[in-house]
């Protein structure tokens, strides 16, 4: 009975929203409070795999995200900071502004690009508007997406599937979020799968583990500490 209740509370409440904000209430979900989490990232390929492990931290609106394993590139490290993305690289020992022209370069050889990483491109590139329970988003005008058209699928508020086309609206790439984790009053998927439309056995999947809601310093947000870690 109480599950019944709840469930036609948020349906009151989902009732009275728009399109756009469904589409940030979902969003804010997603990036949940304040923590800290370590993220397995594999990269698969027709034939090859890789496999990275990531510190992350954030505050919901900004993201300090670091590489532990492999080895070989252990370091790394990326700062979202809204419109501004900088990267460091341990092999030039300096880090780096990253030019809009960039964003849509792949992170760590993935099929997350750093446009992915910077949080807020859907919210503020595209118009809004809801079809069938389904948010349809279309580029603003002069918006810098290479996306003619964007799908977001919800389940009880939550975003369960975003397929991206271009600007022939061929769908391209796809993302499913699977087994969220009700962290202090927000929630985070514990796994993510993205996938290459296009090209047959080229995917991203990563796992959320060890996530620990709390304060993060200060200092992981300053690209300062990129370098010496925080």
Do not use: I, N
């Amino acid at each position: 009975m109480a599950r019944l209740l709840a469930a036609l509370l948020f349906l009151a409440w989902a009732w009275g929203q728009s399109p756009l904000e469904k589409l940030k209430a979902a969003l804010d979900h997603l990036r949940g409070p304040a923590h800290r989490a370590v993220y397995v990232l594999k990269v698969e390929r027709p034939g090859f795999s890789k496999t990275y492990r990531l510190q992350v931290f954030t505050d919901g609106e900004r993201a300090h995200v670091r590489v532990l394993e492999p080895k070989s590139e252990a370091g790394q490290a990326y700062l979202s900071l809204g419109q501004d993305l900088y990267l460091f690289d341990p092999r030039l020992g300096r880090t780096l502004r990253l030019p809009p022209t960039g964003r849509s370069e792949r992170f760590l050889g993935s099929d997350l690009t750093y446009q992915d990483l910077m949080g807020r491109d859907l919210e503020a590139l595209f118009e809004v508007a809801e079809e069938g329970g389904v948010l349809r988003l279309f580029p603003k005008p002069g918006a810098p997406t290479p996306y003619g058209k964007v799908e977001v699928y919800l389940r009880e508020g939550l975003v369960e599937r975003v397929v991206y086309y271009d600007q022939r609206g061929e769908a391209v790439r796809e993302l499913l979020l699977r087994a969220y984790q009700r962290l202090d009053g927000a929630h985070l998927p514990r796994e993510m799968e993205l996938k290459d439309l296009l090209r047959p056995g080229y995917r991203t999947l990563v796992q959320v583990l060890e996530a620990q809601v709390g304060p993060v310093p200060e200092r992981c947000f300053q690209p300062l500490y990129l370098e010496r870690g925080c």
